[in-house]
């Protein structure tokens, strides 16, 4: 018996009570058996919306078109849906309309793969009529049914077979691999933002590797990359939020225009921007060069340049690793509100404006180089001497 939450359980309970069906499907129900902590819940029920809204307090309206309602309860919410087929796929990526059916199974087919299509209920135990609980424990990925049907319905789910091949290390079943491929010219009708979601996803996984049939096929040509990459130089990046920046640039790709392209936060761009920058640059050798790259992309970024210089460029980044350990520790000064003057006492000594700012930058400058510099009385003086030249 599997375990859930108690809140989730009363929800199917409240179903069961009241002669509906209720299982908790699809991701959940793989994650549970592969030893993964759910991160949400999923129910499909024979109950139709209108009726799930009448059985609990607090529902949301989700998306009654398709059939689903969110039932929140106890600080859980689940996103129930009524069993359903679904109709013409027009524009490869939703269903131009559903239809409400009386069986499990039925709703079980029209899901993308084996793992993904398992019904678990307390009472009942697992539901599968697809094999994938035997999948599971081959770690293999397989469509549900015709994998040509299966793609051309939902194009998105190309990206989620390589994303779980990649998050779970699953293999892919050769039929479906080479129907993910040869479907791959699809992935056009999919909205930018899912797409760069899912590359974030796949590229964090145990094996970003899984992607390489897809690049290696050309299948993200549109992005403008020009090679597959060598997915060996990916490895150990996963959690260094640059596992995409590394991707593009090891593609070739114009990292800033494939993020263009991909609709990327602009937080995501300006450090694209920054690291580029960074690496054109001579790699830093002291610690006045570091903090010149701190002073211009931050603590986080610097990292971010590191671990990218170590994985995908092999350079031995230890010494600097080490100086940038250094002057955080010690709180070296190395940005201009790290002065022991401002602008205040600037004005004091009658520099303003413009003079000001390159004083306050000079001085910046010159602790950089020499931290115990960094005292009221000698960069007052040092102002006057950089004014009265």
Known sequence: MLYIPPEIEYILSVFEKNGCEAYLVGGCVRDMLTGTPPHDYDITTSAEPDYTMQL??????????????????????????????????????????????????????????????????????????????????????????????????????????FRFSSVLGFEIEAETLNAALKSASLLKCISSERILEELEKTLAGVNPAALKPLTDAGGLGFLGLKQSPDYERLSGLQNSGISLFAFLYLTGADILRALELLKAPNKTKKTADKLLRLIEAPFPDSKPEIKEMLYFCGAETFGKYLAFEKAVLKRDTEKAEKMLLGIIRD??????????????ELKALGITGISAGKTLEALRRLVNEEPELNKKNILLQKAKEFNRN
Request: net charge positive.
């Open 331 to 344: 709180r070296e000064p190395y940005r201009i509100s790290d002065l022991e003057i401002n602008g205040k």
């Open 56 to 161: 609990f307090e607090k529902t949301v309206p989700t998306g009654v078109k398709h059939g689903t309602v969110t039932v929140i309860y106890g600080g859980y919410s689940a996103e129930v849906t009524t069993y359903r087929s679904d109709g013409k796929y027009s524009d490869s990526r939703r269903p131009d309309s559903v239809t409400f059916v009386k069986t499990l199974k039925e709703d079980l087919a029209r899901r993308d793969f084996t793992v993904n299509a398992l019904a678990y209920s307390p009472s009942e135990g697992i539901k599968d009529y697809f094999g994938g609980s035997e999948d599971i424990e081959k770690k293999l990925l397989r469509a549900v049914g015709d994998p040509m049907r299966r793609f051309k319905e939902d194009a998105l789910r190309i990206l989620r077979l």
